[in-house]
């Protein structure tokens, strides 16, 4: 059973950037994501990458601000969060899976607690 701690969360002002954790534990898996939901608004695909190879996806709204990476050394994927803006706000879910589309949150059988993001304005 895959158990994912994440860490990383909090309140900034427009503008500022964040940097969230998860750290994964107890089996195997080949994909980790980011998903993020606000208050009153459906579930959004922020970014995902592939383990093996590396290769990453962005959802439309994060394109050129978030960057995902991962250390293999420490089974650890990160969200770098740049130029944050006031809708950015949400609760952001760290996921870990198999499967071809990464983009889907069907993918990702293994989900984190979700850290609180605000981006005040």
């Known amino acids: 059973q895959v158990q994912l701690v994440e860490s990383g969360g909090g309140l900034v002002q427009a503008g500022g950037s964040l940097r969230l954790s998860c750290v994964a534990s107890?089996?195997?898996?080949?994909?980790s994501a980011w998903f993020r939901q606000a208050p009153g608004k459906e579930r959004e695909f922020v970014a995902a990458i592939r383990w093996n190879g590396g290769s990453t996806s962005y959802g439309d709204s994060v394109k050129g601000r978030f960057t995902i990476s991962r250390d293999n050394g420490r089974n650890t994927v990160y969200l770098e969060m740049n130029s944050l803006k006031p809708e950015d706000t949400a609760v952001y879910y760290c996921g870990a899976g198999r499967g071809y589309w990464i983009e889907l949150y069907s993918t990702y059988a293994y989900w984190g607690q979700g850290p609180q993001v605000t981006v005040s304005s």
């Open positions: 107890g089996g195997t898996f080949d994909n």
